[in-house]
Nanobody, 116 residues
């Protein structure tokens, strides 16, 4: 059973930074891709950033240049570095792992609140 555990969320002021972590109970290199999604109250879940097994990354236009996804294969952990945070980034952030057969695995989420 694959388990994903997010951490690092919290309250931060506008302009601040946070780093989210996603610890995976397995070899992250076995997944086709891993990503971070977020869901704000009343809105649909949306992709924030993703990284493929080969290490290629992509991110949503709204966070380009401010958010960076990375991974530590030895630690089976994926990170999301978030800089210059804006109030509209307030959401629950979820880690996702997609296996080569298309199966999605999700963490329970970590709450990020950007407010003064």
């Amino acid at each position: 059973q694959v388990q994903l555990v997010e951490s690092g969320g919290g309250l931060v002021q506008p302009g601040g930074s946070l780093r989210l972590s996603c610890a995976v109970s397995g070899n992250i290199f076995s997944f086709g891709a891993m990503g971070w999604y977020r869901q704000a109250p009343g809105k649909q879940r949306e992709l924030v950033a993703a990284i493929t097994r080969l290490g290629r990354t992509n991110s949503a236009d709204a966070v380009k240049g401010r958010f960076t996804i990375s991974r530590d294969i030895a630690r089976n952990t994926v990170y999301l570095q978030m800089n210059s945070l804006k109030p509209e980034a307030t959401a629950n952030y979820y880690c996702n792992a997609r296996s080569p057969d298309g199966t999605d695995y999700w963490g329970k989420g970590t709450l990020v609140t950007v407010s003064s």
